[in-house]
């Protein structure tokens, strides 16, 4: 049986402007003209034959059967929206393509990735790595592994675990004719940092703020800078997801008994809709496996 609609167009703006109260803040959303929002409504009131808004001096007011319209309209729209996406994102043969930074790739990912394939040997992963906020449009990524407070524009998100912040160090450095000891120690030593300010909460802790203004070598990436940690190049902050192998194979070692929770964590970040294309679930529940048996070790 054909199904009566109206145009589209008409429904979106007239679900925009009751949401936002608002003919001017509904074109802003939908990138159209305030004009053409009020045209819209208005075609629409006359196919449906019923007044939707009272316009008023101050604005617009929806009527009763304007508000009853625009609640059954928003789940509506939002389950094409999401149809939309998950049309748009359908699965293109065995290719599975992740985001994520290199430092998590390289530190934590990618020698696991061995035990996915084994599992699901007819699935390609095929990773994708920088440092700079994934666009899932643009990008054509399927799914994204973000560090930070799960919040983005565009992308549905949860949580795959959280980590710590604590100085890490090659065993050599303990070694050293200056020993590392007590906190107070790492006056003695380079402090390796990110380009941003990491060390400042882990120093507040241990009451050594001073320090925070210390000079040392920076680094745009986190894997990088462990790298000359297990050199010997210095003290760096790490993270316990990107430092627990490196400890574990005696390549670092935590020199105190001071940790302190990282505020961002790692999310899972994908288009709406995507989380439950089969080769999406799949892999998260893979990846949310590996966390848990990760976070249990550590």
């Avoid at 009527?63 to 729209?77: I, N, R, S």
Wanted: with cysteine.
């Amino acid at each position: 049986m054909a199904r009566d609609l109206p145009p589209l167009i008409a429904m979106r703006a007239f679900e925009a402007a009751a949401r936002n109260g608002s003919f001017t803040k509904a074109a802003t959303e939908l990138a159209i003209t305030p004009a053409a929002v009020s045209q819209q409504v208005r075609h629409l009131e006359e196919r449906l034959g019923v007044k939707l808004f009272l316009r008023q001096a101050r604005g617009i007011v929806p009527t009763a059967a304007g508000k009853d319209y625009a609640q059954a309209l928003g789940p509506a729209l939002d389950q094409i929206a999401t149809a939309t996406q998950q049309a748009r994102y359908a699965d293109r043969g065995g290719r599975l393509t992740v985001a994520t930074t290199p430092s998590f790739a390289a530190k934590w990912l990618v020698h696991r990735l061995a035990r996915f394939q084994a599992e699901q040997p007819d699935l390609d992963v095929r990773l994708s790595t920088a440092n700079s906020l994934t666009s899932f449009g643009e990008d054509d990524i399927d799914l994204a592994i973000r560090f930070g407070s799960g919040n983005w524009s565009g992308a549905a998100a949860r949580l795959l675990m959280t980590t710590e912040l604590f100085p890490v160090c090659s065993p050599a450095l303990l070694r050293s004719p200056r020993p590392l000891r007590r906190p107070e120690d790492l006056q003695h030593h380079t402090m390796l940092r990110l380009m941003f300010p990491d060390w400042i909460k882990w120093l507040q802790a241990a009451g050594l703020e001073q320090l925070a203004q210390r000079r040392g070598p920076q680094f745009s990436d986190a894997g990088l800078m462990m790298q000359a940690a297990i050199e010997g190049q210095g003290v760096a902050l790490g993270q316990r997801v990107l430092v627990a192998d490196d400890q574990a194979a005696g390549r670092l070692v935590e020199p105190f008994d001071l940790r302190v929770p990282s505020e961002p964590a790692y999310f899972l970040a994908a288009p709406p809709g995507a989380f439950e294309r089969p080769k999406v679930k799949a892999f998260c529940a893979w990846l949310e496996d590996e966390a848990q048996s990760a976070q249990a070790a550590s």
